[in-house]
Structures are given as structure tokens and as C-alpha cells.
């Protein structure tokens, strides 16, 4: 069962950049998927963006397209969040989680995935 340890977050105003990472520990087998999360107070956990770890296919939720890249280095057991242009909506903590596709795609459901980590504070400024 893996779980992932998160970091990268910080306080950037509007239109800056962070970079999130989610470092993968223990077995991986079963896990073909990983996806950020984020909650803001108030909000449900919700998926940001996820990867399929067999070939890199991505997919994003819709507020996050054009801005935000996940991406992984398999050799560091890494997977990392690129946000751009950030807003004061993306404010959140954000949370790394693993979990097996079905068939070729990830899930989108928090309640799909595992090994959560602690999570990274993310704050935006405007």
C-alpha cells in the first residue's frame, strides 16, 4: 500500500507559480494512478488533476486547464503539480493520493484513492 508525502506549497500572489511535489513510498503495484487534491475550508475534497503512471496520460478538471501541469519522474517515485497563473481560488490545501485505473483512466473520486498524505498549504493573494 503506498503512501506519499507532499511539499511545494507556500503563499504567491495572484498570477504566480508554484510547484508541488508528492513523493510515492512503499509497493506501487497495484497503483496505476496519482492525483491532486485540494480542500479549501468549507469545501469537499476534490480532484485537481491526475496521472496515469503506465504511459503519462493526464487529465485536469476544467478550472485548472492551461494553468496547471502534473507530471511524474518515475525514477524519483515523484509526482509533481506545476501551477501558473494562479488565482485566489486555488487557495487550498492540497493533497497527494494513489489509485488503480479503471481500465485505462484514472478516477475522479476522492473516495477512489489511498495513501493521503498530510498535505501542502497553498495561498494566493490577490
Known amino acids: 500500500q503506498v503512501h506519499v508525502a507532499e511539499s511545494g506549497g507556500g503563499s504567491v500572489q495572484a498570477g504566480g507559480s508554484l510547484r508541488l511535489s508528492c513523493i510515492a513510498l512503499?509497493?506501487?503495484?497495484?497503483?496505476?494512478?496519482m492525483a491532486w487534491f485540494r480542500q479549501a475550508p468549507g469545501e469537499e475534497r476534490a480532484e485537481v488533476a491526475a496521472i496515469y503512471l503506465g504511459d503519462g496520460r493526464t487529465l485536469y478538471v476544467d478550472s485548472v486547464k492551461g494553468r496547471f501541469t502534473i507530471s511524474q519522474d518515475s525514477a524519483k517515485n515523484t509526482v509533481y503539480l506545476e501551477m501558473n497563473n494562479l488565482r485566489p481560488e486555488d487557495s487550498a490545501i492540497y493533497y497527494c493520493?494513489?489509485?488503480?485505473?479503471?481500465?485505462?483512466?484514472?478516477?475522479?473520486?476522492?473516495?477512489?484513492?489511498?495513501?493521503w498524505g498530510q498535505g501542502t498549504q497553498v495561498t494566493v493573494y490577490s
Open positions: 493520493a494513489a489509485a488503480t485505473a479503471h481500465g485505462n483512466d484514472c478516477p475522479n473520486s476522492k473516495y477512489q484513492y489511498n495513501g
Open positions: 512503499g509497493h506501487t503495484y497495484s497503483e496505476h494512478c
